[in-house]
T-cell receptor, first 114, second 114 residues
Framework: GAVVSQHPSRVICKSGTSVKIECRSL??????MFWYRQFPKQSLMLMAT?????????EQGVEKDKFLINHASLTLSTLTVTSAHPEDSSFYIC??????????FGDGTRLSIL | AQSVTQPDIHITVSEGASLELRCNYS??????LFWYVQSPGQGLQLLLK??????LVQGIKGFEAEFKRSQSSFNLRKPSVHWSDAAEYFC????????????FGKGTKLSVKP
């Protein structure tokens, strides 16, 4: 149980384009979803917390206009990297939580901006 | 400040040997504690968690962890390591509040010698 699906697993695109990443909870309803960014050989950095039907809460230093988060339903949250540039290249991971405290993670998206 | 310390960046053990990965946390109360494992290019898989009760918790894949309040520690152990255990291991915690934001350690990379 508690499966989180993240799509796509890998994206390569040109600088200036926008990229959308989807995070779905497949077998449970996620009251809260989280988006993380992970740099090579480093730990996860929380970018934002997303609650269904409300605006996302962004961590300090994360550009809201650059990283658009939409949590339209209890099973789907999306992260859109707008006007992506090479410095946005990274590994992005989502997670979802139900009524308990344990977060369940997707398999991540490797974003490469050329 | 709230933080997680994993003092060992990289550990190498022989297959069949025992393993202990160290984790210390800094938090003003008893946190909810987790161990996650990440294989290269993958998301995070929950190994085990401690919320309350018995301080020795059992997880998946033969792992266990012991919460020691006096030492602010939550060390991960496995009696006999398998080659498939080679991965990155992250200790994390969340405190009070409904959001469940995780604070991660920097991770310990485990290599397994044949």
């Amino acid at each position: 149980g508690a499966v989180v699906s993240q799509h796509p697993s890998r994206v390569i695109c040109k600088s200036g384009t926008s990229v959308k990443i989807e995070c779905r909870s497949l077998d449970f309803q996620a009251t809260t979803m989280f988006w993380y960014r992970q740099f090579p050989k480093q730990s996860l950095m929380l970018m934002a917390t997303s609650n269904e039907g409300s605006k996302a809460t962004y961590e300090q230093g994360v550009e809201k206009d650059k990283f658009l988060i939409n949590h339209a339903s209890l099973t789907l949250s999306t992260l859109t990297v707008t006007s992506a540039h090479p410095e946005d290249s990274s590994f992005y991971i989502c997670s979802a939580i139900t009524g308990g405290r344990a977060q369940h993670f997707g398999d991540g998206t490797r974003l490469s901006i050329l | 400040a709230q933080s997680v310390t994993q003092p060992d960046i990289h550990i190498t053990v022989s297959e069949g040997a025992s393993l202990e990965l160290r984790c210390n946390y800094s938090y003003g109360a008893t946190p909810y504690l987790f161990w996650y494992v990440q294989s290269p290019g993958q998301g995070l898989q929950l190994l085990l968690k401690y919320f309350s009760g018995d301080t020795l918790v059992q997880g998946i894949k033969g792992f266990e962890a012991e919460f020691k309040r006096s030492q602010s520690s939550f060390n991960l152990r496995k009696p006999s390591v398998h080659w498939s255990d080679a991965a990155e291991y992250f200790c994390a915690f969340t405190g009070g509040g409904s959001q469940g934001n995780l604070i991660f350690g920097k991770g310990t990379k485990l290599s397994v010698k044949p």
